[in-house]
Structures are given as C-alpha cells and as structure tokens.
C-alpha cells in the first residue's frame, strides 16, 4: 500500500523528537482533505520522527511526546483505521532511517 500525503506544513518552533532530539520543522497529512484547505496539528495528533521513526504525539505548545502504550491502544480500539495507517507509515519510516543509515556509512568508507 503506498501512503499518500498532503502539502507539507513548515512547523516554526515545533520543538525537538523526545528520543532522538532532532528538530522537527515540518509535518503532512495522511491525504489531502479538501474539507479543510488549512491543515495544521492538533493536540492528540500522531506523528512520525523521520529521524528515529518512533511514534509521537502532538502536545500543547507546539511540542511532542513519545506515544506510550496506551495511546496506542485507545487508538487500536477506538480508530483502528488510523492505528493500521500509522502501523504502515511506521513501517515505511523504519526503511527509510535504514536506508539513510546505509548511505552515511557508504559515504563514511569511500574518504
């Protein structure tokens, strides 16, 4: 299944990833809801670290949280439609931190 996003959204201020503590400057939409021409996140939003691929969720103040294990079981109860999109996109994200890891070390070896 291919993930499709919307417009990406630059996040002035948006904090740090909780574990990896890299700066988290932009976010997107799982899809492109006409419904609401400005897209922005909500406090309780999920999120991804592109960096770490660790689970987040968007907190008051522009900043985020580590999801726990019971954010992600109310969210496998309640919306278990989100919860396999966010399984899938955490799936892709892993790939592409392996797959960036890959190349450093590849760029590492070749000086």
Partial sequence: MRIAFGEPLYLKDAGKCPVCLKFLTGAAPTTNNREEPVWSPKVGDYSICM?????????????YKEADREDLL????NQPETFELLSKMVVAAQQMVAERRRKQKGKHRSH
């Fill in 51 to 63: 960096y770490c691929s660790t689970i987040l969720r968007f907190e008051f103040n522009s900043q």
């Fill in 74 to 77: 109310e969210l496998q109860k």
